[in-house]
């Protein structure tokens, strides 16, 4: 189901981790724009630093820690947790009822007038982004939409606008680059991997760190995009219903046919055996 | 008698295994009330971990396969003109009727936004297996429903209604199965896209193909678990020789599975396949218990031919086996290493024990009052009478 489009444009997230104070003014300034309410949290609830916990109903986009073991030492680590935008997204193509869009912009969208609440994104999606609001009685999923109504008009996200070191806002080719730039010019300084870049078919967010990206938690993604797993079988949903039901029908009208006419000579044997009995 | 006391006269006559049906079915009922009243996250032990529990993996996923008895044999006996098995198709169409509306139940019970169902048509995505199930699962429940209103309406009488559904049994035949082989398949489709979630003892990309082909000897063997629990508790008469033909066909079909099983594995699967020792013995007890030790009694004429065993392979093996696949693909194997464990809670068990026994009882009720267990071909009783509720077939109610 992918399509060539030029993905150069889409406005993407470059997150570089090595810049990263950890300070948290983007779910801060997430919280504000979008108008999530505000949630119980205890400090130490999730790994290190982190809080809250994870990602959740009222949070789009946290900090994420992580306490690991390197080369003998106790190290810990953060990074941005939020929606990675997709270019062909999981999401999108397995909602039922399009409640998801890809938009022409970058961000992937969700609308809250057309779900259903299956919750069939949440098994889809490869970085485990959608959640799902269990407090309510008749609920909704609940992800980053890339402040989308900002975007389109030519404003940086609500996080990216907070941040005051590691993020930067623009055109997916010009954000490669970029990021390739650094790679280059730094190379002590970096993993040699832009993550995003190729995973789940490539994303509108991408990331550079100092250390490996399995070790801080980054999930070790499928290069190939994800709908087209699917699409593999659904493509042949036409031609097995026609098959299976052509075949059927072909088998009765074969089955009845013979039937009829060996019920005819049948008959045609009756009738002549009474014809004999009346000549005798 | 008042209407009301008629019905709990008529209740306290009931066999009281179907009693303790009912209470079940209450309690049931009880709970989903619980759910809209209290939400999802409250009665369930649903979290953003587990968005699929128990609803998911029993009344949807496995429920399906379960129910598909009605579209097989249906297919063996009208298509393939194998008339002598037409005893056991009105049963096998109630309990396929049954089985895919409690499956709208139960997924209603699931969904957030119930109320939205619709959406479905109105924003369609044809790019969503989920699009594909919901459409051929509703479309499904009408085909068996028009199947199952036969009996109803020579109940009743109604004559001319009942020669409309007469020629439209056979198309709505090929058109059930037709439907029944996308959605069967589909529901594996939804899988697929559990990359790096689903371990790659189930993951692959023949899932859907597989989850078909088990539907079909589940099927078969769901026929005969019934005709053999009919027989013992209903009064109806010993059907072990009709059984024996179906139980000729059924080795074939495991034993197409169990090949594109093994080819699946080795050559269209990703690696490691046997690094979690909990997963690998799951996988080994499904495949054992579920498909080798049945394929190879059903081998054997003796068991193929007597009834007493036909319910014992069948029954307990290979609907076991197809129970545990279903689990391990929708819920086991999609939990990850150091990942919290799921267990359904209270409310969750009782909703799915509620939908269980509701479907034993609305059969064994719909078997009291409706003539499923008359013996009826395709072509017979075309000479009745015009109008409705022209005679009144007098219809002796079977006993409990």
């Not at chain 1, 990216?160 to 650094?182: H, L, N, S, V």
Request: hydrophobic fraction near 45%; charged fraction near 20%.
């Amino acid at each position: 189901m992918s399509t060539e489009r030029d993905l150069s444009n889409q406005r993407t997230f470059l997150i570089d981790l090595t810049k990263c104070t950890g300070c948290r003014a983007c779910q801060v300034a997430c919280k504000q724009w979008n108008q999530m309410e505000a949630e119980k949290t205890s400090f130490f609830e999730g790994e290190g630093y982190q809080n809250p916990a994870t990602l959740s109903e009222y949070t789009l986009t946290t900090i994420q820690f992580k306490d690991y073991f390197h080369e003998g030492k106790n190290e810990f680590s953060f990074y941005k947790a939020m929606c990675m935008h997709c270019n062909d997204p999981a999401c999108v193509s397995v909602c039922p009822v399009s409640a998801f869009i890809k938009t022409p912009e970058g961000p992937v969208i969700y609308d809250t007038k057309r779900c259903i609440g299956c919750r069939f994104c949440m098994i889809a999606c490869p970085f485990g982004i959608p959640r799902y609001q269990w407090s309510k009685a008749l609920p909704l999923v609940v992800k980053c939409n890339g402040c989308y109504s900002r975007v389109k008009e030519g404003l940086k996200p609500a996080c990216a606008k907070a941040c005051p070191t590691a993020i930067e806002y623009g055109g997916r080719q010009e954000m490669i680059d970029e990021a390739k730039r650094r790679l280059a010019v730094n190379p002590g300084r970096y993993m040699n991997r832009i993550y995003g870049l190729e995973e789940a078919g490539g994303t509108s967010v991408l990331y550079l760190s100092a250390v490996p990206f399995d070790d801080i938690g980054f999930r070790n993604v499928t290069r190939r995009p994800l709908p087209s797993r699917t699409w593999a079988a659904l493509r042949f949903v036409p031609t097995a219903f026609i098959t299976m039901g052509g075949s059927l029908a072909f088998i009765s009208w074969l089955t009845h046919r013979k039937e009829k006419i060996r019920r005819e000579k049948e008959m045609k044997e009756v009738e002549r055996a009474s014809q004999k009995g009346d000549r005798s | 008698m008042t209407a009301m006391q008629k019905v709990v006269s008529e209740i306290r006559s009931f066999h009281l295994f179907l009693r303790i049906l009912i209470v079940l079915v209450t309690a049931g009922l009880f709970a989903a009330i619980a759910r809209f009243a209290f939400g999802l996250g409250a009665t369930t032990n649903l979290n953003d971990v587990y968005p699929w529990g128990l609803w998911i993996s029993f009344d949807v996923v496995t429920s399906v396969p379960l129910a598909a008895g009605a579209f097989v044999l249906g297919a063996i006996v009208h298509c393939f003109n194998i008339k002598k098995l037409e005893p056991l198709v009105r049963p096998a169409i109630v309990t396929g009727f049954l089985g895919y509306s409690l499956v709208c139940l139960g997924l209603l019970l699931d969904l957030g936004q119930p109320h939205r169902g619709w959406h479905v048509f109105a924003y369609p995505n044809l790019h969503s297996p989920m699009f594909e199930v919901a459409l051929c699962v509703m479309s499904y429940t009408t085909v068996a429903l028009l199947e199952f209103l036969a009996p109803v309406f020579e109940k009743f009488g109604f004559h001319l209604p009942l020669r409309f559904l007469r020629t439209l049994e056979l198309p709505l035949i090929v058109l059930g199965a037709a439907i029944a082989t996308l959605h069967q398949s589909t529901i594996g489709t939804f899988f697929l896209i559990a990359v790096d979630k689903l371990h790659n003892l189930w993951y692959n990309p023949i899932l859907p193909l597989l989850f078909w082909i088990s539907a079909v000897f589940t099927g078969m063997c769901i026929i005969i678990i019934e005709a053999v629990m009919v027989h013992r508790y209903l009064d109806q008469p010993d059907e072990t020789d009709l059984l024996a033909t179906l139980t000729r066909i059924i080795p074939w079909f495991l034993g197409i599975y169990l090949v594109l099983k093994i080819f699946a594995l080795f050559y269209l699967s990703e690696r490691p396949l046997f690094d979690r020792p909990v997963l690998t013995t799951l996988f080994a007890i499904e495949m054992i218990a579920g498909i080798i030790i049945p394929f190879i009694m059903f081998l054997h004429k003796r068991i193929r031919t007597d009834g007493v065993l036909q319910l014992r392979a069948a029954g307990l093996v290979v609907m076991f086996g197809l129970v545990l696949n279903r689990f391990n693909v929708s819920m086991f194997g999609m939990i990850q290493e150091n990942q919290q464990i799921y267990y359904p809670s209270v409310i969750e068990s009782i909703v799915t024990i509620g939908i269980i026994a509701a479907h034993i009882l609305f059969f064994a009720v719909i078997a009291r009052y409706f003539p499923i267990f008359e013996h009826h071909s395709e072509d017979a009783n075309n000479a009745i009478e015009d109008g409705f509720h022209s005679t009144h077939e007098q219809v002796v109610p079977e006993k409990i």
